[in-house]
């Protein structure tokens, strides 16, 4: 007897029921936003940054979004089952649905995502489909995903970017994915549509007037203002220019002034599945950061707590290993605490022979600040400040974002700010940092430390195929225990990261996904 978990067609909206019985959602209207920086593309099938996804979301869809509790609902799945064996996954696909371009939605569109474009475009869809013995569409409506073993966390792959569905046709006779002009066509089945984008300015999105869920979306037009400096971007908000702003979109330092104002909201809701950690990417095929004594003094010499406090404005929680709060199987009573204490991180420097010289360096790293903003500056400054004052002396390499991304997937520092996200499942967001066969020139979302331990590994596997929840919890205990000994990274703290929106706006966020959301419930009381 298989294990069902069919989902009604309804269960989406039963999430914004409580809103609509209180006030009907209104039609029309124009919602102003911020993307930032200006994204290189917005097809999600092969742009996988940030600000590409907040756009393309909208635009593209997968098979499923989750809750806020990270429980699958439908999108162009409208139900599915597991078999008992947790190997085969069968969903049914909605009926009706159209690209913009006015062709039909079917399985050989899911079958050619997942069997060829994606897994040439996308390195974690890639890594997760390795998992899949055979997928096969029996009817135009129908696909049935085989598994190799069980891997409890697949449902999620449908929720990553690496699970955006993209449009078979477009693709006819294309044999290199990666570089086709025909990623520069933009269709997909989503509630928006692309309009116009204008280079620097803004991204204008329309309403798909054809969209599968009818009475939706309920806005005419979304527009992405562009807007280089973050001073720009507070006055742009608090202008009334736009009416919501991102986490990163202004400085941490900031917010509170801009959610103060009249009319104004402020939540943390919307990350449950990304779950962002920054923490201090150590190199640890340069020596002396392969020596866990040094990375032990650097985790002393470095107060996260002011971190959080100083630098991102309280927007964060403390975090002690790979695992923050809230997250899956987190066991916080295995965790090795690092507190800050300069003069134990001299006297673990001491200990393995990095005496001072006469001006007090025992020896020189290369430190490359995530360029992301003032605030990721500021962490990198103070980095700076508190490894000089134990003897490690710290040179600041900036960069932008394309360099800072060709250095750290390359292996081309010492030390590097950066963050990553989660994504629901430690099989997904953990074993993508830590397993020693995922390292350089695989994305930053990739073990660029070159962490090796084999134990690790061997429970990273065994974790990600165990169908029994007690038994992955004790795998992950025992993972989480020897991570937070070893200290491959630096985690300096779990990421809060608010948005700020006019009251105006109704239903911004209402799922796991939050802004990366497709917008199609949202709407303006006028």
């Known amino acids: 007897m298989k294990i069902v978990q069919k989902i009604a067609l309804t269960l989406g909206a039963a999430l ?60 162009l799945a409208q139900s599915w089952t597991i078999s008992p064996d947790g190997k085969v996954y069968t969903f049914k696909l909605r009926p009706g649905v159209k690209w913009h371009d006015g062709k039909p939605f079917t399985s050989a569109d899911v079958l050619f995502s997942f069997k060829d474009y994606l897994p040439v475009t996308f390195a974690r869809t890639k890594l997760i489909m ?10 135009d409506l129908t696909v049935v995903f085989t598994l190799k073993q069980p891997y409890p966390a697949f449902m999620y792959i449908f929720e990553v970017v690496g699970g955006t569905i993209m449009p078979k046709h477009l693709y006819e006779g294309v044999t290199d994915y990666r570089t086709t002009q025909v990623n520069n ?21 329309v309403k798909n007037t054809d969209y599968w869920e009818k009475g939706k979306p309920h806005l005419d037009n979304l527009f992405f203002h562009i807007v280089p400096d973050a001073v720009g971007r507070s006055i742009a908000f608090e202008s009334g220019k736009v009416d919501a702003i991102r986490a990163g979109d202004v400085e941490n ?28 990417n150590m190199n640890l095929r340069n020596k002396p950061l392969g020596d866990l004594r040094f990375r032990q003094a650097i985790a002393h010499a470095i107060d996260r707590n002011f971190i959080i406090k100083n630098i991102f404005s309280t927007f964060g929680e403390p ?20 507190p800050y204490d300069p ?16 001006d007090g360096t025992r020896v020189s790293l290369r430190l490359l600040p995530l360029p992301y903003g003032e605030t990721w500056q500021r962490l990198a400054e103070y980095t700076r400040e508190r490894l000089n004052a134990v003897g490690i002396k710290t040179t600041i390499v900036a960069t932008d974002v394309p360099g800072w991304f060709s ?8 030390l590097a700010y950066n963050f990553v996200y989660l994504l629901g499942d430690p099989a997904i967001g953990v074993s993508q940092t830590y397993l020693s066969t995922n390292q350089l020139n695989r994305g930053t ?45 630096l985690w300096t703290h779990q990421m809060i990261m608010p948005t700020v929106y006019r009251t105006k706006v109704k239903n911004l966020i209402t799922t796991g996904q939050g802004m990366n959301e497709n917008f199609a419930d949202v709407w303006l009381d006028k």
């Not at 933009?186 to 300015?201: A, L, N, Y």
């Not at 690790?456 to 020897?482: C, F, G, H, M, P």
Request: cysteine-free; hydrophobic content about 40%; proline content about 8%.
């Open 16 to 75: 914004l029921a409580g809103a609509a019985f209180a006030q009907a959602p209104r039609a029309g209207g124009s919602l102003n936003l911020i993307v930032n920086p200006e994204p290189p593309g917005i097809n999600l099938g092969l742009a996988k940054l940030g600000p590409s996804s907040f756009v393309g979301s909208k635009i593209y869809e997968g098979l499923i979004s989750l809750t806020p509790k990270l429980e699958p609902i439908p999108r």
């Open 407 to 414: 250095r750290a997937s390359s292996g081309d520092f010492d």
């Open 319 to 338: 975090v002690h290993g790979a695992f923050p709060p809230g997250y899956a199987f987190r066991d916080a009573s295995v965790e090795t605490k690092y």
């Open 253 to 280: 330092f900031e917010i509170a002034r801009l959610a103060a104002a009249p009319g104004v909201s402020l939540t943390k809701a919307g990350w449950e599945f990304l779950q962002p950690v920054g923490f201090l």
């Open 343 to 358: 003069a134990r991180a001299k006297a673990l420097l001491d200990e393995m022979g990095l005496k001072p010289g006469a």
């Open 130 to 139: 390795e998992q899949v013995a055979s997928i096969v569409a029996p009817d």
């Open 445 to 489: 979302a990739a073990n660029i430390d070159g962490y090796v331990n084999k134990e690790v590994d061997a429970l990273l596997i065994k974790a990600e195929q165990e169908t029994n929840k007690a038994e992955r919890a004790k795998l992950y205990s025992q993972l989480q225990k020897t991570l937070s000994r070893e200290l491959p990274i």
């Open 185 to 205: 066509t933009i269709v997909g089945t989503g509630p928006f549509k692309m309009g116009e984008w204008r280079r620097g300015s803004f991204i204008k999105l």
